[in-house]
């Protein structure tokens, strides 16, 4: 069946240094891939997505990369900053499908 | 500013009673998303509407209803048939993003606590 998966449950990172979140995909069909970061108690808020013609697409000390070969996806966060503690998601859409199907996420705590 | 929300933040509910979430948006969007998150765990998909008078089952339905008769409001009915309801529910709406992608927009979230 089709899965979305992290290999890391929780990462901790120095306030200042880059961090480095993975997932694993296995629906080769997926389309588009998205990430997405939720604080405590509050609803997932979108970061970047990324169209699978694409292998890395940047935003603001974000950089997403995709490997399709091994359908895998990361989100590479720079220069840390303790606003950016939360669980990231990652979600893969199908082209013409309306569901996303979101992975279990990976805790992310950004040390002082 | 737009947005989507959410109401009530937290609910209790007693066993066998059905609750109502509210869910309304005014970001002119056409489709709407229901999804539970347990704890630790990712987002399930409930129900989901496209258009206005029209929603599909997503992977959860059993236990759920919805209606869409106003594209600004969504509203979910966790009926005394879901036999475990206590989650985090969240209401999302999609637009489209920069690369294609059906980007989802999501309220801050309704905690539904069954005593």
């Known amino acids: 069946g089709e899965s979305v998966g992290l290999h890391l449950p929780t990462l901790s990172v120095q306030e200042g240094d880059n961090s480095i979140i993975n997932c694993a995909y296995s629906?080769?069909?997926?389309?588009?891939f998205i990430w997405y970061k939720q604080e405590s108690g509050k609803g997932p808020q979108f970061i970047i997505d990324?169209?699978?013609?694409?292998d890395k697409r940047q935003g603001q000390r974000v950089t997403v990369l995709l490997n399709k070969t091994v359908k895998h996806l990361s989100l590479q966060i720079a220069a840390t900053q303790p606003g950016d503690s939360a669980v990231y998601f990652c979600?893969?859409?199908?082209?013409?499908?309306?569901?996303?199907?979101f992975g279990t996420g990976t805790r992310l705590t950004i040390i002082p | 500013d737009g947005g989507i929300t959410q109401s009530p933040k937290y609910l209790f509910r007693k066993e066998g009673q059905n609750v109502t979430l509210s869910c309304e948006q005014n970001?002119?969007?056409?489709?709407m998303y229901w999804y539970r998150q347990d704890p630790g765990q990712g987002l399930r998909l409930i129900y989901y509407?496209?258009?206005?008078?029209?929603?599909q089952k997503g992977d959860i339905a059993e236990g759920y209803s919805v209606s869409r008769e106003k594209k600004e409001s969504f509203p979910l009915t966790v009926t005394s048939a879901q036999k475990n309801p206590t989650a985090f529910y969240l209401c999302?709406?999609?637009?489209?993003?920069?690369?294609?992608?059906?980007?989802?927009?999501f309220g801050a979230g309704s905690r539904l606590t069954v005593l």
């Open positions: 999302a709406s999609r637009q489209q993003g920069s690369s294609g992608a059906n980007v989802l927009t």
């Open positions: 629906n080769s069909a997926s389309d588009y």
């Open positions: 990324i169209r699978s013609n694409m």
């Open positions: 979600a893969e859409n199908p082209f013409g499908n309306e569901k996303l199907t």
């Open positions: 970001l002119n969007h056409d489709a």
């Open positions: 509407s496209q258009i206005v008078n029209d929603f």
